[in-house]
T-cell receptor, first 112, second 113 residues
């Protein structure tokens, strides 16, 4: 079965470090998304991509970057981790604008 | 598992009753809406969706109603089961120039056996 996987599931790091979260989907979807989820908030969009070599900023993109070198992967990089970036991160993909997004099970990131 | 919010509105129902979860969306130009279910430690799971040219859509034990006049979306779950206990999010696609979703803050459903 097609799926979307995130790794690692849990990570602890220090402020100032560079961190990369992996997202891999086997749906062959062109559209991929990164969200963060914090207590008291729904999911907020960080970055998204419509296809290879395409990336776009979401509503909370400061301090994050993504790259899309193939269809299957959209890694999320925190250039210099800050404590405010402690959160649960979800990756998602969709086939088209009117198809639901499929989510991974998230990465819990703690920045000390 | 991950906690999605300690202060979410909570709906508590008895097993076997019907549940109605409500959502007010923000943009009258939104054209696509989705309900997701999220269990502890898991990612959001698709339940049902509806386009803005429809008022109602039914799935297995679930119905979504869309009232565009008052910008209101509801999810009805028939014969609620303990396995339905989770946090439920509505999401809207409000910027037709992009394919991303905007999520509500969620409602926790607790099913009492």
């Amino acid at each position: 079965d097609a799926e979307i996987t995130q790794s690692p599931r849990h990570k602890i790091t220090e402020t100032g470090r560079q961190v990369t979260l992996a997202c891999h989907q086997t749906w062959n979807h062109n559209n991929m998304f990164w969200y963060r989820q914090d207590l008291g908030h729904g999911l907020r969009l960080i970055h998204y991509s419509y296809g290879v070599q395409d990336t776009n900023k979401g509503e909370v993109s400061d301090g994050y970057s993504v790259s899309r070198s193939n269809t299957e992967d959209l890694p999320l990089t925190l250039e210099s981790a800050a404590s405010s970036q402690t959160s649960v991160y979800f990756c998602a993909s969709s086939e088209s604008p009117f198809q639901p997004q499929h989510f991974g099970d998230g990465t819990r990131l703690s920045i000390l | 598992g991950e906690s999605v919010g300690l202060h979410l509105p909570t709906l508590s129902v008895q097993e076997g009753d019907n549940s109605i979860i409500n959502c007010a969306y923000s943009n009258s130009a939104s054209d696509y809406f989705i309900w997701y279910k999220q269990e502890s430690g898991k990612g959001p799971q698709f339940i049902i969706d509806i386009r803005s040219n429809m008022d109602k859509r039914q799935g297995q034990r679930v119905t979504v109603l869309l009232n565009k006049t008052v910008k209101h979306l509801s999810l009805q779950i028939a014969a609620t089961q303990p396995g339905d206990s989770a946090v439920y999010f509505c999401a809207e696609r409000w910027d037709t120039g992009r394919r991303a979703l905007t999520f509500g803050s969620g409602t926790r459903l607790q099913v009492q056996p």
